[in-house]
């Protein structure tokens, strides 16, 4: 009797956002060292994004206070870091050179593709709506859908869990640390996306690529049957005050 070998499952894709559909990380760190200027602060915006880019501005900004400030102030320091954001980089927006051919090859080759990022509605829609992106992804995972972002594995799960599938079968697209930690806290293997960091400051993603300049699906089923589980969370990648990245 011929028994028949199930045949593989196509793994669904989840994208981060900032630094992955778009290279707009320099101009988040220019919003936030405008901001920290007018705050009288000298902290150096662009290596505190190296080392926590990924969380939620609000969680950010606590970081650079030696002293407690309310939810409340927080708050109207990122809406604040937000409008300077998006003055800066309002025509500059394009999505990450071969983006939209990889989403466009990745669709009609039948794979679920989702969103995952820890921004507001409001700030997707400014990326993701301007550049007519949304109609690729099957669901939108944002700072709303979620109790905690990265690096804990929310963003990830709450993806898969809309789609129905496994983490396990779930490749994610991130260009920050703590979002390669939350993919591996999820139980998911990660594509690095090096816009803003070095190879060498990931863990142990299954490529490391600059762009998607010349990148396929079937590219990365090869690389996928390379990894077949996903690398452990680092635990010392993930504290988040601790990391000096070079």
């Known amino acids: 009797m011929l028994i028949k070998t199930p045949s593989p499952v196509l793994p669904t894709l989840i994208f981060d956002m900032d630094g992955v559909l778009v290279d707009n990380?320099?101009?988040?760190?220019?919003?936030?060292?405008?901001?920290?200027?007018?705050?009288?602060?000298?902290?150096?915006?662009?290596?505190?994004?190296?080392?926590?880019n990924g969380m939620p501005a609000t969680n950010i900004l606590k970081t650079v206070f030696r002293h407690p400030v309310p939810e409340k102030q927080l708050k109207e320091y990122a809406s604040q870091r937000e409008f300077l954001y998006r003055t800066l980089y309002w025509n500059k927006r394009r999505a990450m050179p071969g983006l939209v051919p990889f989403l466009e090859a990745a669709r009609a080759a039948g794979h679920n593709i989702a969103l995952g990022t820890g921004s507001p509605p409001e700030t997707i829609s400014y990326i993701v709506d301007?550049?007519?992106?949304?109609?690729?992804?099957?669901?939108?995972?944002?700072?709303?859908?979620?109790?905690?972002?990265?690096?804990h594995a929310d963003t990830f799960t709450v993806a898969a869990a809309q789609l129905g599938v496994r983490p396990e079968d779930c490749i994610v697209f991130e260009d920050a640390v703590l979002g390669e930690?939350?993919?591996?806290?999820?139980?998911?293997?990660?594509?690095?996306?090096?816009?803003?960091?070095?190879?060498?400051?990931?863990q142990h993603p299954l490529a490391y690529v600059k762009d998607f300049t010349g990148f396929t699906p079937e590219r990365l089923l090869e690389l996928l049957a390379r990894q077949p589980h996903a690398p452990k969370p680092d635990k010392q990648r993930a504290q988040r005050q601790y990391m000096h990245l070079e």
Do not use: W
């Not at 915006?45 to 080392?51: M, N, P, S, T, V």
């Open 25 to 52: 990380t320099p101009y988040q760190a220019r919003a936030f060292q405008l901001l920290f200027r007018d705050l009288g602060l000298t902290t150096n915006a662009r290596q505190l994004l190296r080392r926590l």
């Open 181 to 202: 930690q939350a993919a591996y806290r999820a139980g998911m293997r990660c594509v690095a996306v090096g816009s803003s960091l070095k190879e060498k400051n990931f």
């Open 130 to 151: 301007h550049l007519d992106l949304r109609r690729y992804f099957d669901v939108v995972i944002g700072k709303d859908d979620v109790a905690k972002g990265k690096p």
